[in-house]
C-alpha cells in the first residue's frame, strides 16, 4: 500500500482524527466523498467508467480520485482491457486504509475486534467480562484490549477511525451514555464515550447490544435487503429494525425496546419492570427457565434450554414452542406496523432450532394481512457471536464514511494544529 499510515505518524494529526482522520497530501476537493460512495463495492474502475457514472467531467473525476488516492481510501488496481494504446488504470476502494474497532459487551462477556472499513475482522480479544462489577473496570479492560491490537497490528491512532460499543441495556444513542440499565448497576447516565476519548480522540459510538446485532446481522447475512426485523430471545428480549437500510433508533434510541410490551393472551405473571404480563416476563429465557422448574424440569441457563430442547425433552420442546407463538402475538404487530422482508431471530434461546421459530412463524402468518407476509421470512440468526462486534464497527464505519464526512476530513487537513 503506498499510501500506508506509515509516512503519517507525526502526533500532528490527532486533530484529524478526531474528526474521522482521512486526511492526506493534496487533498480537500469537494464531491471526492460521493465518488467513494460508488466505489464501496469493492468494484475496481477507470477514470472513464467513474466519469460516466456520475456524469462528471473527466479533469473533475480525475481530482476528486487524486484526493482519495492520497488519503489512502482509495488505492490502484491494476489495469483495464486495452482497447488500443495504453491500458487505463483502475483504482478501487482500500479497506484496509484505516481500521475501526467494534466492542460487543454482554452480561458476562466482552468481545472486541478490530476491523478494516468494509467491517472485516483483521483480530480479535474475547474474555468473560462482569458487567455488574460497573464502568471502570470494564472500560478499563476495555482501553488495555484496544491498546493491545492496535499494537499488535501496527497500527496507530492516525490509523484509527472511530469506537462503536454495544452495551445490554437501554442506552441514549446521542451522549453514548446508558440509560437506567437493569443489569448494569453503577452504569446509569455514565459518559462511556469520554472515558475511552481520554485515551483516543476519535468518534465513540455507544448503542443497545440489539441494535448491533441487527446491523451486524444486515450487513453479513442480508446485505441486499432494505427491511429487516431482528429479535433477541435471550435473558431479556428485544428488537432491532433496519428500514430503508437505516437502523431506526427513535426519539432516543428506545426504538424496538419490545421486551415490557404488554404479550397478548399472556398470565399475569410478574415482571423485573413492577408490570404484570410483559413479554420478557412470559417469552424470554429467563420465563422459559422458571416455567421448566416450576414443572419439575431442571434448568439454570439459556444454554440448559437448549440443550434440552436438542435432546428430545417434550416439556422444554413446548415451553419453547409457546414462547415463540407469545413472541409472535406481538410480531405480528411488528409485522403490520414496519413490513419487514425478513425477520430474524437471534440469541441464545434461538439456538434452540426449530421449536422457537415454528411458534413465531405459527402466529405471524396467522395474524397478519396476506400483503404483509406474502413474501415475509422468519429465519433464524447465522453471524452467532461476531455479529456484535461487526455491527458494533459498522456503525461506526456508517458514521464515518458518509459523502459528507469523508469531504469534511479530507478539507480538514487544513486545520490540523
Ligand atoms: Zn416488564
Given amino acids: ?36 460512495q460508488l466505489l464501496r463495492d469493492g468494484q475496481p474502475r477507470t477514470r472513464a467508467e467513474l466519469a460516466r457514472l456520475t456524469g462528471l467531467g473527466r479533469s473533475t473525476v480525475s481530482l476528486r480520485i487524486d484526493a482519495l488516492l492520497a488519503s489512502g481510501l482509495l488505492a490502484p488496481s491494476g489495469e483495464a482491457a486495452s482497447t488500443g494504446g495504453r491500458p487505463p488504470a483502475r483504482f478501487a476502494f482500500n479497506p484496509r486504509a484505516r481500521v475501526v474497532v467494534g466492542v460487543d459487551l454482554g452480561a458476562t462477556h466482552g468481545n472486541i475486534a478490530l476491523t478494516d472499513l468494509a467491517g472485516q475482522p483483521l483480530s480479535e480479544v474475547a474474555d468473560d467480562v462482569d458487567i455488574s462489577a460497573g464502568p471502570i473496570p470494564v472500560l478499563d479492560w476495555v482501553v488495555a484490549s484496544i491498546r493491545r491490537l492496535l499494537d499488535e497490528a501496527g497500527r496507530d491512532v492516525t490509523d484509527l477511525v472511530g469506537i462503536g460499543i454495544g452495551l445490554p441495556g437501554p442506552v441514549e444513542h ?14 446509569d447516565g455514565y ?3 469520554h472515558h475511552l476519548r481520554r485515551h483516543w480522540d476519535v468518534p465513540v459510538l ?6 448491533i446485532m441487527a446491523l451486524g446481522e444486515h450487513v453479513t447475512a442480508h446485505p441486499e435487503l ?15 429494525i433496519i428500514s430503508g437500510r437505516q437502523l431506526l433508533r427513535g426519539a432516543v434510541g428506545a426504538a424496538g425496546d419490545l421486551g415490557h410490551v404488554a404479550a397478548p393472551h399472556a398470565p399475569d405473571i410478574l415482571c423485573t419492570c413492577g408490570n404484570k404480563g410483559c413479554l420478557e416476563a412470559v417469552a424470554s429465557g429467563h420465563a422459559i427457565i422458571k416455567h421448566l422448574n416450576s414443572a419439575g424440569v431442571p434448568a439454570k441457563t439459556n444454554s440448559d434450554v437448549v440443550a434440552l430442547v436438542r435432546g428430545g425433552n417434550i416439556a ?3 415451553a419453547v414452542r409457546q414462547a415463540g407463538r407469545t413472541l409472535g402475538e406481538v410480531l405480528a404487530t411488528c409485522v403490520s406496523l414496519l413490513n419487514p422482508e425478513l425477520v430474524v431471530i437471534g440469541g441464545s434461546i434461538a439456538q434452540a432450532g426449530e421449536s422457537l421459530i415454528a411458534g413465531i412463524r405459527e402466529v405471524v402468518y396467522g395474524r397478519s394481512l396476506p400483503l404483509a407476509t406474502a413474501h415475509l421470512q422468519i429465519v433464524s440468526a447465522t453471524t452467532g457471536s461476531q455479529a456484535g462486534v461487526i455491527g458494533a464497527a459498522t456503525m461506526v464505519i456508517q458514521h464515518a464514511l458518509t459523502a459528507d464526512r469523508v469531504d469534511e476530513a479530507l478539507a480538514s487537513k487544513s486545520s490540523v494544529r
Avoid at 446521542?174 to 448497576?185: A, D, E, K, N, V
Avoid at 432494505?226 to 432491532?240: N, R
Fill in 1 to 36: 500500500m503506498p499510501h500506508s499510515a506509515s509516512v503519517r505518524r507525526s502526533p500532528a494529526h490527532h486533530a484529524v482524527a478526531a474528526t474521522g482522520g482521512f486526511g492526506g497530501p493534496g487533498s480537500g476537493t469537494p464531491g471526492a466523498g460521493e465518488l467513494l
Fill in 316 to 318: 422444554a420442546a413446548q
Fill in 206 to 211: 455507544v448503542d443497545n447490544d440489539v441494535n
Fill in 191 to 193: 459518559d462511556v464515550p
Fill in 174 to 187: 446521542s451522549s453514548g451514555r446508558p440509560m437506567r440499565p437493569p443489569i448494569m448497576p453503577g452504569w
Fill in 226 to 240: 432494505d427491511h429487516l426485523l431482528f429479535v433477541k430471545v435471550a435473558t431479556g428480549v428485544g428488537a432491532g
